[in-house]
């Protein structure tokens, strides 16, 4: 019915086309591993289970929270609605502050307490990372 050419190019048509799917597919399944979802306190709360993988916390760094010992820094962030307790062992960014917007990226205890890998804090007196906005603007 179709000669041999017609069927060689089907074949190969087919086949770059599943090199394709499938290609893109891994990329997605290894990007999906790497996401680290930002979650502010109150999601935290109503957080069904704990989870053991990286997760970002972000909201206000609360006024007059901020412990610095030789163990590290600890501070509870908010978002006015509820807080978390944070603790983190490392330098802290320069512009690091009371009452200012701060994420922190590490692994989420319990509920109530979060152990920081990782301190991201804004870098001008303007700047608000876009997560944390929107969550205090949802309050």
Request: net charge neutral; hydrophobic share 40%; aromatic share 10%.
């Amino acid at each position: 019915m179709y000669g041999r050419k017609v069927k060689l190019r089907f074949f190969f048509v087919t086949l770059i086309l599943l090199i394709l799917i499938l290609t893109t597919f891994l990329v997605l399944k290894s990007l999906e591993e790497n996401v680290v979802y930002f979650k502010s306190p109150s999601d935290v709360k109503v957080l069904e289970e704990l989870e053991n993988k990286k997760i970002r916390i972000g909201g206000m760094v609360k006024e007059k929270s901020i412990k610095i010992s030789n163990l590290g820094v600890n501070f509870i962030i908010t978002d006015f609605k509820n807080e978390i307790n944070v603790t983190y062992s490392g330098a802290v960014p320069n512009l690091f502050t009371e009452g200012k917007g701060v994420v922190a990226e590490g692994y989420l205890k319990d509920e109530n307490f979060f152990e920081a890998s990782k301190i991201l804090a804004k870098h001008d007196e303007n700047y608000m990372p876009p997560e944390v906005k929107e969550a205090l603007d949802n309050k």
